[in-house]
C-alpha cells in the first residue's frame, strides 16, 4: 500500500469503528458486533503503527518525538495538498 | 477528526453541594470568557492561519479547551446533583432550575446564554492571535474572580486553580505563535497587517514608491 492508500485503509477502518461502536452501545451483547470490532480495532492498531512510523503522526498521543517534533509539519485535513 | 477519552484532564471530586458557587462558575461553561467560546474561537480560527505552527497551537489548544469545557461541567454537576428544594429556592438556583432542572445549560453567571458573538474569527493572523490573548487573560482573570469566591471549598479551588494556570500557559503559547508570525513578516510591514490576505506592503506616499 502507498501513503494514500494506506490512509484510506486507516479512514475506513476508523469509520468502522465508529459505527459499530455505535451500534454496540445500545446491542452491547451483539456478538457478531463484538468479533467485528475486535477484528477492526486490530486493524486499525496496525495500521497507524505503520503510517506513523513512515509518515508521521495522524494523533498528538502517538507521534514518534526521537529527534525532531513533526506534529506541526504535514498538510492539515483541509489543506488541498494533504488529499485526506 | 475528534476522539473522545473518558478521562478528566484534572480530577474534581466535590463532597458538598454549593448552588451559589454553581451559579457564579458557570460563566466558565458558556459565559462571555468561557470554555465553550474558548474551544469554537481556536478550531474556527485555525482554517485561515498561513503558518502551521500557529494552526497546530490553534488546534491542540482548541482541544484541550474542550476538556476545560468538561471539567467546569464536571464541578457544576457534583456542586448540584443533590440540592434539595429547599437549597434550591434558598440559594436563588430556582431561576436555573425552572428551565433547565439540573441540567447544564451554556450561560453566563447573569443568565445571558451562550452566544457567539463572545468571540470573533477575523481571518487576520494578527488581529486573531491579539484576541486570543487577550481571551486567555479575560479567562485567567474570570478564575481569579471565581478563586475568591471559593477559597474556603478546597474541593473546588483545586480544579479551578489548575484551569487559571492553563490560561497563564495559554497566553505564552499564543505570544510565541504572534512572534513567530510577526519574524515572517516583510520588513516594510510595520503595523502588522494580514500576511495571508494583503499580500504588499501598503504605500502610502507614491511618490516615494515611484522612486
Not at chain 2, 28 to 49: C, F, I, K, N, W
Amino acid at each position: 500500500m502507498n501513503q494514500n492508500q494506506l490512509f484510506e485503509f486507516i479512514r475506513n477502518n476508523s469509520f468502522m469503528i465508529d459505527e459499530i461502536g455505535l451500534f454496540l452501545n445500545t446491542h452491547p451483547e451483539c456478538k457478531e458486533a463484538l468479533h467485528a470490532y475486535d477484528e477492526f480495532k486490530k486493524l486499525r492498531k496496525k495500521a497507524i503503527e505503520e503510517y506513523t512510523e513512515m509518515y508521521g503522526p495522524i494523533s498528538k498521543y502517538n507521534v514518534n518525538a526521537d529527534n525532531y517534533w513533526t506534529w506541526v509539519n504535514s498538510p492539515w485535513p483541509w489543506q488541498k495538498e494533504c488529499g485526506c | 477528526m475528534w476522539v473522545y477519552e473518558k478521562r478528566l484532564q484534572c480530577p474534581v471530586n466535590i463532597k458538598e453541594c454549593n448552588a451559589k458557587l454553581a451559579q457564579a462558575i458557570i460563566s466558565q461553561y458558556g459565559g462571555p470568557d468561557g470554555e465553550m467560546g474558548a474551544s469554537m474561537r481556536y478550531l474556527s480560527q485555525r482554517y485561515s492561519m498561513p503558518y502551521k505552527e500557529v494552526i497546530a497551537t490553534l488546534t491542540d489548544i482548541g482541544t484541550e479547551e474542550l476538556a476545560h469545557l468538561e471539567i467546569v461541567a464536571t464541578i457544576i454537576y457534583q456542586l448540584t446533583k443533590d440540592l434539595s428544594m429547599e437549597e434550591i429556592k434558598a440559594s436563588g438556583f430556582d431561576k436555573y432550575y425552572i428551565d433547565h432542572t439540573i441540567g447544564i445549560w451554556p450561560q453566563a453567571a447573569g443568565g445571558v446564554p451562550f452566544n457567539a458573538c463572545e468571540f470573533q474569527v477575523k481571518g487576520d493572523i494578527i488581529t486573531d492571535l491579539v484576541e486570543d490573548m487577550a481571551a486567555e487573560q479575560k479567562a485567567r482573570s474570570t478564575y481569579d474572580n471565581i478563586l475568591r469566591l471559593c477559597k474556603d471549598y478546597p474541593d473546588v479551588y483545586e480544579p479551578i486553580k489548575f484551569l487559571r494556570a492553563r490560561e497563564i500557559v495559554h497566553f505564552q503559547r499564543f505570544g510565541e505563535a504572534l512572534r513567530l508570525t510577526q519574524d515572517k513578516l516583510n520588513e516594510k510591514n510595520f503595523y502588522a497587517f494580514n500576511p495571508s490576505f494583503d499580500t504588499t506592503a501598503p504605500c502610502l506616499n507614491d511618490m516615494k514608491c515611484q522612486q
